[in-house]
């Protein structure tokens, strides 16, 4: 065995320095090197290093982007003490919420233990593993407890997110409501129903941004809570006042807000009527507010109101503060999560719903427009700017404050790297889904006989994101269901059995192509195939979208659907995109499907079609004309057509950002483009879009890519078509096609409003 190193060795452990943000190269563990530098001898020189200084244990470690979603199941969701056991599903809910959103790894740890104490001494001793812990489900008054004492007695930022999630989330809606309300916060009356955590959390909250102690009213299960009440625990106490008032319509009489965290229907329309104009109601209770959201809309016309429903306008919900909070603390290496920190997250999280809101999250959530107001207090959860946003904030909070043990210098590099890092590619899909529910089109899968296709359609359907209609024999598509436990209860249309059917598709299809040298008897000999089949559906209106492709090659899936739907207006051809996501991004590759060898004029219909199939995504199109030229460099039939495609392209869209002919390599990095070609349109950040200047280099690349580069892939995106028809890759797993299905979908949408036009 070759001689280990401690250079190689370190390097090999070595994370990335502290505001990078970076994702760690996967290391290659294929020789007996290789697992020497991770494991024995070579992993001894890391820790040399972390006993030498305990703060490389964050250079050579990932304690650094390592969370603990930590409980002992006394208090979880509305559930209340059900153990740790029955608590564990969602620690593990919410390690997935932290990956998703923020790119941080969690364990999650449910611990036996109901003495506080006790279970601060366990958290305490598992400092060393953790870069931060966030506590969870945790009973009151234990909590306030558990958590003040970790604060001081830890190293590392430590938030019971129950409390405080709730009272950043809420504070930034209450921040914009009073601009909407016009009214001052120190100035109004607050009554909070409810003495929890989150309710005292939220109400601290509230006093530090500027509301009076002497304007709160606080009511716990036994009502409104007063100075004359023994035995009260210290966190009541201090909002305890001298009053005669008891009840909690006696308590809401002229107040100006409302928050809720209590239990469901406490508030009566009555209660309502009695509040000051303009009332802001915060009815937080889970699932069924304090008063019906419905109700208080009925009952006042100038209330403004936030839930935690998702149902409802201004859902308070916690995922718009947590992953991003703790992103910005670990990104620091925040000795806590202190007050000025908080109030940086609410601050931050109050002015980006001030902004204008991506089309892509209006469309999500099926708006044309949404916008500051009533209805919108505070961003949507599937923002794509939250983390560049929060996390940013909440980092240089930590910075001002002290509490940083590590500095950021470039904070438009950080943000960038913000959104590297988690990768936006993520949300791609659960964005178009969430647009898609918002109006279910009618999607025809052609192979509705094969399982894969089955569990995809129950998927689609118990999603809500499409209405899927089966191709195929009836009676083997039902067994397929039952043999497999599916609840799969749609529309089953067997082409063979509808002979009027298909005698009507057949005439539309003659008429169509009676002068490219197809008959009658053709066209109805056709129409038992499904491709022609289904493509007549979409067509005739009988259905908005068509999946086909999993058992049949591309030719035989593409051509009905063109010669029976056709391309749309202006589009000479239809071209395929795949989208590639990796560690280092979002890339989109075009054309890998259908030219095998276009000219000058194809690759500038190849370059309009996929510019605007980037933003259909929202991604905002860097478009690099790959050859293995760059700039002129060789010379050749292909470089020499890309770049005339090129300066076509510029000339037609002035304001399109591409360069070329350029070779890959360049494209994608902005150094080496800074450096050598400092004078193009892609210099800053490199390329997002490749054009590929034939089809064979296209498919290689994308088919390399997803088998030896890490990659993950969407596609084939089929590009032009006049209504939606998307080709599956053969052998599609279910989650490809439910990703295929979703983009149908939405494309159904968009065909349709553009036909409108």
Not at 422 to 438: E, P
Not at 479 to 497: F, M, Q, R, W
Not at 562 to 573: D, M, N, S, Y
């Amino acid at each position: 065995m070759s001689k280990i190193r401690k250079k190689d060795a370190l390097d090999f452990h070595e994370f990335p320095t502290p505001g990078k943000i970076e994702v760690r190269p996967t290391k290659t563990l294929s020789t007996q090197h290789d697992l020497a530098l991770a494991y024995s001898p070579g992993v001894a020189e890391p820790c040399l290093q972390i006993a030498n200084n305990k703060e490389d244990v964050y250079k050579y470690t990932s304690k650094g982007n390592l969370v603990g979603v930590i409980s002992n199941g006394t208090a979880v969701l509305g559930l209340g003490n059900i153990g740790p056991e029955a608590s564990k599903p969602v620690m593990e809910g919410k390690g997935v919420l932290f990956k998703k959103f923020a790119g941080i790894d969690v364990f999650d740890i449910e611990v036996d233990e109901m003495d506080a104490d006790e279970f601060i001494k366990i958290v305490k001793a598992l400092e060393p593993t953790f870069g931060g812990i966030n506590l969870e489900d945790i009973k009151a008054p234990e909590s306030f407890k558990i958590e003040t004492e970790l604060r001081e007695k830890m190293n590392i930022p430590v938030m019971h997110d129950d409390q405080h999630g709730t009272a950043i989330i809420s504070s930034a809606a209450l921040l914009n409501a009073l601009i909407v309300v016009n009214k001052k916060i120190e100035e109004i009356k607050i009554v909070v129903n409810g003495a929890g955590g989150a309710a005292i959390a939220c109400t601290d909250l509230y006093v530090k941004m500027g509301a009076k102690k002497e304007n709160i009213l606080m009511l716990d299960s036994k009502g409104v809570i007063k100075t004359s009440r023994e035995n009260l625990d210290p966190m009541k106490a201090k909002y305890a006042t001298e009053t005669e008032l008891t009840t909690l319509s006696e308590a809401v009489k002229g107040a100006d807000m409302f928050l809720g965290l209590s239990m469901g229907d406490v508030m009566t329309a009555e209660d309502l009527l009695s509040m000051a104009d303009n009332p802001i109601v915060f009815a937080l209770a889970n699932p069924d507010p304090e008063i019906p959201y419905a109700l208080a809309m009925k009952t006042r016309e100038d209330v403004v109101m936030a839930t935690g429903r998702s149902d409802h306008p201004n859902q308070v919900n916690n995922v718009l503060g947590f992953p991003y909070i703790f992103r910005g603390a670990l990104d620091v290496r925040a000795t806590a999560i202190n007050e000025e920190m908080k109030l940086a997250a609410v601050e931050a999280l109050a002015e980006l719903t001030k902004l204008p809101v991506p089309d892509a999250v209006a469309k999500a959530y099926g708006s044309e427009v949404i916008k500051f107001g009533r209805e919108y207090l505070i961003p949507k959860p599937l923002d794509p700017r939250l983390i560049s946003s929060i996390s940013s904030a909440v980092a240089k909070a930590a910075i001002d404050s002290g509490v940083a043990r590590a500095t950021i210098s470039d904070w438009d590099e950080y943000k960038m790297k913000l959104e590297e890092r988690l990768g936006m590619g993520q949300r791609i899909i659960s964005r178009l889904a969430s647009r898609a529910k918002k109006d279910p089109q009618r999607l025809v899968f052609t192979e509705g006989d094969r399982l894969s296709i089955l569990k995809a359609a129950q998927i689609v359907m118990d999603e809500g994101v499409a209405i899927p209609i089966l191709l195929g024999n009836a009676e083997k598509i039902r067994e397929v269901i039952k043999e497999n436990d599916l609840e799969l209860d749609c529309e089953i249309v067997d082409t063979y059995l509808q002979r009027e059917k298909r005698m009507e598709y057949a005439d539309v299809l003659f008429e169509k192509r009676q002068r490219k040298g197809m008959t009658l008897r053709e066209a109805q000999r056709l129409m038992i195939d499904r491709n022609y089949f289904g493509a007549m559906m979409v067509e005739r209106g009988d259905a908005d979208g068509m999946i086909s492709g999993l058992s049949n090659d591309y030719p035989n899936t593409i051509r009905p659907a063109l010669q029976i739907i056709g391309t749309e207006p202006g589009v000479k051809r239809v071209a395929g995109m795949y989208i590639i996501r990796n560690q280092k991004g979002t890339y989109f590759l075009a054309d890998t499907t259908v030219n095998v060898n276009p000219d000058t004029e194809a690759l500038l219909n190849i370059i309009e079609l996929s510019n605007r199939a980037v933003k259909f995504f929202d991604f905002e199109p860097r478009m690099a004309m790959l050859s293995y030229s760059t700039f002129g460099s060789a010379k050749g039939d292909t470089p020499a057509k890309g770049a005339e495609a090129v300066a076509l392209a510029k000339k037609k869209w002035p304001e399109m950002i591409i360069d070329g002919e350029i070779q890959a390599n360049v494209a994608l990095n902005p150094e080496l483009m800074a450096k050598d070609y400092p004078f193009s349109k892609l210099n800053g950040k490199g390329a997002n879009t490749l054009i590929f200047p034939n089809l064979s280099s296209g498919n290689i690349a994308y088919k390399l890519l997803m088998e030896i580069g890490s990659s993950e892939a969407i596609g084939p995106v089929l590009m032009g078509m006049n209504k939606p028809v998307h080709v599956l890759q053969r052998g599609s797993s279910v989650r490809e096609i439910f990703n295929m299905a979703t983009i149908a979908a939405v494309d159904a949408i968009e065909s349709k409003e553009r036909s409108k036009k």
